[in-house]
């Protein structure tokens, strides 16, 4: 970590920057661009943190290149120019990057698994669900789900992501008979309970450089997350 940027009730790790792109984790329920609800919001938050550290007047250019639902917390990538946003998008575009998770599911699952489903978005709820083939408007996701350990009647599991399709990870997880712990929308979760779901690992091509860069990030200590801790650190701890 190179700074930390502290806005209300948030402290958001900034983990690299430099003339092209910052690296910072975004803490959950904080939206990841500004949304209908006016709240604070983390691309805001860093075009503040650039603006006032380098005495840029005027708008600071900062580019979304993909982003988190707001519940969820871990590593994002923001591009500083639109060079770096177009490369970067197009990378995100072919999925030329790895993203992973870890996520709390509800029940034991034994077994890595890949899981594929045809995804459509209700455009007025926001709600996503599964479809069979063919459906019109319907996109396919795809992710490996690798369980890490199994307590008390819950599986810690490492997500990869090969599509990006909204809410993936918690509606395929869901179908399968594994809804995340505290997911509200998908899961059952109760009020109070934060939903079980970190960005731990982000690695991308450098949109200027010859260079592959790599970050992770663990989950807060909280929720679910305290039955895994050491399995967590353990994790992370080989890859930092």
């Not at 949304?35 to 650039?50: C, N, R, T």
Request: with cysteine.
């Amino acid at each position: 970590m190179i700074d930390c940027i502290r806005a209300g009730r948030f402290e958001i790790p900034v983990l690299y920057e430099d003339n092209h792109v910052v690296v910072a984790v975004k803490p959950a329920n904080l939206p990841s661009q500004a949304d209908s609800s006016g709240d604070e919001d983390l691309l805001s938050i860093l075009k503040a943190y650039i603006g006032n550290k380098y005495q840029k007047p005027g708008n600071v250019y900062m580019g979304l290149v993909h982003r988190l639902d707001r519940p969820v917390g871990g590593v994002m990538v923001f591009a500083r120019t639109s060079k770096a946003a177009a490369r970067l998008s197009a990378a995100f575009a072919k999925h030329d990057q790895d993203r992973q998770y870890f996520a709390v599911l509800q029940g034991e699952l034994r077994g890595a698994r890949t899981l594929e489903n045809e995804l459509v978005k209700d455009g007025r709820t926001g709600m996503v669900r599964a479809v069979p083939p063919g459906t019109p408007g319907a996109k396919h996701a795809k992710l490996d789900t690798c369980p890490l350990a199994v307590r008390d009647g819950l599986t810690l599991t490492r997500v990869r992501l090969y599509t990006g399709r909204a809410h993936q990870i918690r509606v395929q997880h869901a179908c399968a008979g594994y809804p995340l712990w505290g997911d509200a929308r998908y899961g059952g979760g109760k009020p109070g309970q934060q939903i079980a779901l970190w960005a731990v690992r982000l690695a991308f091509q450098h949109p200027t450089r010859d260079e592959r860069l790599s970050f992770v990030s663990a989950p807060p200590g909280t929720g679910a997350w305290r039955v895994f801790s050491e399995i967590i650190d353990a994790e992370l701890g080989e890859e930092r």
